[in-house]
């Protein structure tokens, strides 16, 4: 009888265990470091728990910049207004967010410029300092 208690608690708890591993915006990005990135789309993974894109930046000197930029998830996404394919590979777009504390081309967005004009909400995490 104790295992039967023992095993229903135990699998009471298991879907709790993958939401340990989600991070928070403090913990990964930098609201000091703020920036700004204009280039072309290269990949869009459209999956939980954060959709990612991909683009290629290019810097002031010229050399093009690999960036991955991290959004909300997908269901926040389409309620600001995304749609699956709002941005595909090859679009040119605008992306205002943060930079990642371990200074790799790694940002959480904030809010995108897509293709056709309109600005989109596109953040994972509160707004830095919003309260």
Known sequence: MRAKYVLLIASALLP???AGAHHSFAAEFDNNKPV???GTVTKVE??????????????????????QCENGPPNML???????????PG????VNGYRAKDGTNTANARDVILPNGKKVFA????EPGAR
Do not use: C, M
């Open 123 to 126: 953040g994972s995490a509160e």
């Open 46 to 67: 459209w999956l939980n728990p954060h959709v990612w894109f991909y683009l290629d930046v290019k810097g002031e000197d010229g050399a093009v910049q690999h960036w």
């Open 16 to 18: 709790a265990v993958p």
């Open 91 to 94: 679009d040119e777009i605008t």
């Open 36 to 38: 700004a990135l204009k």
């Open 78 to 88: 389409v309620r600001a207004g995304w749609k699956k394919d709002s941005i595909k």
